[in-house]
């Protein structure tokens, strides 16, 4: 068993530059811990490590945090995103999902909703699915392409998806020159195991709700998703906005990992409390003396 203190984050992490055939990454691997009580008290105290640095973060006021996560239907992105910010005070960071996109939306450039969406200085800031989704979804469903009111002559689909990654690598270099870390996670899943998620959601009456007949429709086309991540995650991982592959097959085991990397994350900001000067400390001197009246 591997500590999670010792989990190394370029294990997971996407070398930029360089091709992914996700068949080559693992969607399990070996327990991060011996029973579902270690796994608790291991990911109560990354929990607390976190929350202590987003409290940092926020004294700070210089940096923001975006964390992006993708995956295929079933991944664990909510369940990820709920146990790893569970102890973080919730003015401290928030989410959005992006799902389909509205007229307005359609009306504005692909990158348009989720900028509108970003982090404050001192925030965290949680994307569960991104603007991501106009080069994975999008292009397994051409369709959608063809749908967007866009002039004839940008939608030509031999040069789009490649224009699209460019667009995206330039919003996270700037984000990266302003004060904002982007880390993006991509859940990996297994095909069988997603099918096992699929069955529990129908077999058990209260998980009902989170399944639809959409994502069966979208299972079939697992083989065209794989590729289409595989050439996004390739293209878009950089130095200052990684990608890193979570096994996601084992949840415990992403949570702990995805919470490891995102404590990485916020240590290598080098944040801290601000500094008081001499003139503060007498201003706090002088009012401390008249509360103590």
Not at 20 to 42: D, F, H, M, N
Not at 116 to 145: A, K, T
């Amino acid at each position: 068993m591997t500590p999670v203190s010792d989990i190394d984050a370029k294990d997971y992490r996407i070398v930029p530059g360089t091709p992914v055939t996700l068949g080559e990454w693992p969607t399990r691997i070996e327990p991060l811990y011996e029973s579902k009580k270690q796994y608790k008290a291991q990911l109560s105290a990354q929990v607390t490590e976190l929350s202590e640095l987003q409290r940092l973060l926020h004294a700070d006021n210089r940096h923001a945090l975006l964390l992006v996560f993708q995956g295929m239907d079933a991944a664990g992105k909510d369940g990820t995103i709920r146990h790893v910010m569970s102890g973080v005070d919730p003015a401290g960071f928030q989410v959005f999902s992006f799902q389909k996109p509205s007229a307005e939306e359609l009306d504005h450039d692909f990158l348009w909703r989720t900028t509108r969406r970003l982090p404050e200085r001192g925030r965290i800031g949680i994307f569960n699915r991104s603007y991501y989704e106009e080069v994975l979804v999008v292009r397994v469903h051409p369709e959608l392409l063809r749908a967007q009111p866009l002039p004839p002559d940008l939608v030509d689909e031999r040069t789009i998806w490649e224009e699209r990654y460019r667009s995206i690598v330039d919003l996270e270099a700037h984000l990266h020159r302003n004060g904002t870390t982007v880390v993006k996670f991509f859940l990996h899943l297994s095909k069988d195991e997603q099918r096992k998620r699929f069955l529990d959601r129908i077999d058990e009456a209260d998980r009902n709700w989170k399944f639809t007949t959409a994502d069966v429709a979208e299972r079939q086309h697992w083989d065209r998703y794989t590729e289409a991540f595989g050439d996004c995650l390739a293209a878009t991982s950089t130095a200052d906005a990684p990608w890193y592959v979570i096994p996601a097959d084992d949840k415990r085991n992403a949570r702990l990992i995805v919470s490891r990397i995102v404590i990485d994350a916020l240590e290598a900001l080098g944040i801290s409390y601000p500094v008081v000067t001499d003139a503060r400390r007498e201003e706090l001197a002088v009012l401390r003396e008249d509360l103590a009246r």
